[in-house]
């Protein structure tokens, strides 16, 4: 069964840190690029940060950069998304989604083929 599952998220106070994972199940994982995207209420869903299947290759919302860290474990086929000095504004619900499968470098441009349900992150004193 196909299957991604987010956790980590929570309350915390503003500068505080979260730490996302997001565990798959049924997917060779280096064969995909992950994405973290989130949504706000009355927003829409936008990308945070993306990490391609071969070479490890990151990318990041202005937003967000210097702050959040995406990583992958292949063979834990998790993926994980640090937080840092978070900001009200990083208030949303978060999301990992998967493109793939492919032999070829991939990143999350274009649709994601697979998404989880999403965990919530609240940042507020």
């Known amino acids: 069964q196909l299957q991604l599952v987010e956790s980590g998220g929570g309350l915390v106070q503003p500068g505080g840190s979260l730490r996302l994972s997001c565990a798959a199940s049924g997917f060779t994982l280096n064969l995909y690029a992950i994405g973290w995207f989130r949504q706000a209420p009355g927003k829409e869903r936008e990308g945070v940060s993306c990490?391609?299947?071969?070479?490890?290759?990151?990318n990041y919302a202005d937003s967000v950069k210097g702050r959040f860290t995406i990583s992958r474990d292949n063979a834990k086929n998790t993926v994980y998304l640090q937080m840092n000095s978070l900001k009200p504004e990083d208030t949303a619900v978060y999301y990992c989604a998967l493109r793939g499968p492919s032999t070829l470098f991939t990143i999350c441009a274009g649709d994601m083929n697979y998404w989880g349900k999403g965990t919530q992150v609240t940042v507020s004193s």
């Open positions: 990490i391609s299947n071969k070479g490890g290759v990151t």
